[in-house]
Every structure is written in C-alpha cells, then in structure tokens.
C-alpha cells in the first residue's frame, strides 16, 4: 500500500481480555517498528523487526506483550491479561532498510481498556 | 542511553509569523528525523536529517552534528501548522528512535 496501515484505528476492551493490533508496513520495507505513546509524551519504542525476526525487543514492558512477524510483512503486536495501564496510542513504523533509515508511522491504535 | 531534548514545550503564534523549534540530543546519533503529529495523531514525516541543511516549502531544518543539535523553521506560520512537533533520534547500534517529548504548536488566525 501507500503508507502503514494498522487496524483497528480504536479498539475498547475490558481489563484482563486478549487483544491484538494489526501493522500493515509499506510494501518493500524490511524493518518494522512498534511504538507505543502515552498522552502528552513522545512515541515509546516496544520492538523491531528486521525480516521476520525480532532483533530488538527491550521496549516491551513485560512478557503480556509479545509481537509477530510471520512472512516478513504483516505484523501483529499480541497484549495478554489487559491492563488499564495498557491503554495508550499503539504505533507502527516501517523503513526501507534498517541502519539509520527514515521511518514512516501509520495511524496509530488507539486501545482503551476499561 | 542517548537523551533528547525539545524547545520550547509550548509555543503560541500569530498566523503569519516565523519560529525556531530546537532539539539537542545527549550523544553522537546516526539518525535524525523531524515529526509533525497532526491533531488526529498521525506522525508526519517532515525532514529526514542527520547532518546539514534541507528545505521544504516555509519550513526548513539545520542539524549540527557536531555540536548535536538541530533547528526546525517555521516561516509564515498558518494555522494548520498547528499540532505537535517531534524530533526524534538513532545512535550506535539501535535501530530505535528516541523521541523528544515535542513541542505543541498554536498558531491562532
């Protein structure tokens, strides 16, 4: 496509339910990101995909937290036993490669967990 | 690890007038970019700007890497310029970007 996509655009869940946000990267990009942003603060990282493997995942902030990247492409970020500390702004980024390369933002997910 | 800091938190213009967003950062970095976050959340890349000096438009940006810091310019402010403006940073071996904590932008007609 054009841009990352990620869907849902909001996504409203009861504490303790499974959730999981979709990241559609722009197509050619093989690094992946996610971020997460907290209101009035800047983007937080979670993980990096280079290809289908995590290279970098010391963002996530505990193991309810776990993301997949099968093919390469689509990726889905996987929350466990929700928190109400969980909701946030949930972004996803992709680049063309990975070392010092411009990055570009989907949407975002807005979670609530109630 | 690196720290990366944004001025002024808040900013209040006048549509039609300029002004300078400032962003230091802690540590030697491979990468910088400038954000503009719209009000419906969306990050938009504005300059892709590790060293020198790029123009688009009324807005330009300066990265003097040596002294680590960057400049965001804006000319003739318009009210869509409105939103919050990130800077934000890779260094060393990280694939990740360190962001700034932003500066919101008011520009009033």
């Known amino acids: 496509g054009a841009g990352v996509s990620q869907t849902p655009s909001n996504k409203v869940t009861e504490k303790g339910k499974y959730v999981e946000l979709r990241c559609d990267p722009i197509?050619?990009?093989?690094?992946l990101y996610w971020y997460r942003q907290s209101l009035g603060q800047g983007p937080e990282f979670l993980i990096y995909f280079q290809g289908t493997g995590a290279a970098d995942d010391s963002g996530l902030p505990n193991d309810r937290f776990f993301a997949v990247r099968p093919e390469g492409s689509v990726s889905t970020l996987k929350i466990q036993r929700t928190e109400r500390g969980d909701s946030a702004v949930y972004l996803c980024a992709s680049s063309l490669s990975s070392w010092a390369a411009e990055a570009f933002f989907g949407q975002g997910t807005r979670l609530t967990v109630v | 690890g690196i720290q990366v800091e944004q001025s002024p938190p808040d900013l209040i213009l006048q549509e039609g007038a300029n002004s300078t967003l400032r962003c230091n950062f802690s540590?030697?970095?491979?990468?910088l970019q400038w954000f503009h976050q719209n009000p419906w959340g969306q990050l938009i890349n504005l300059f892709y700007?590790?060293?020198g000096t790029k123009q688009n438009g009324r807005l330009s940006a300066t990265t003097v890497a040596t002294e680590r810091y960057s400049l965001l310019y804006i000319s003739s402010s318009q009210t869509t310029d409105s939103g919050v403006y990130f800077c934000a940073v890779t260094q060393g071996g990280s694939e990740k970007l360190v962001f700034g904590k932003g500066t919101k932008l008011t520009v009033n007609p």
């Open positions: 197509s050619g990009h093989t690094a």
């Open positions: 540590d030697s970095v491979n990468n």
């Open positions: 700007i590790p060293s």
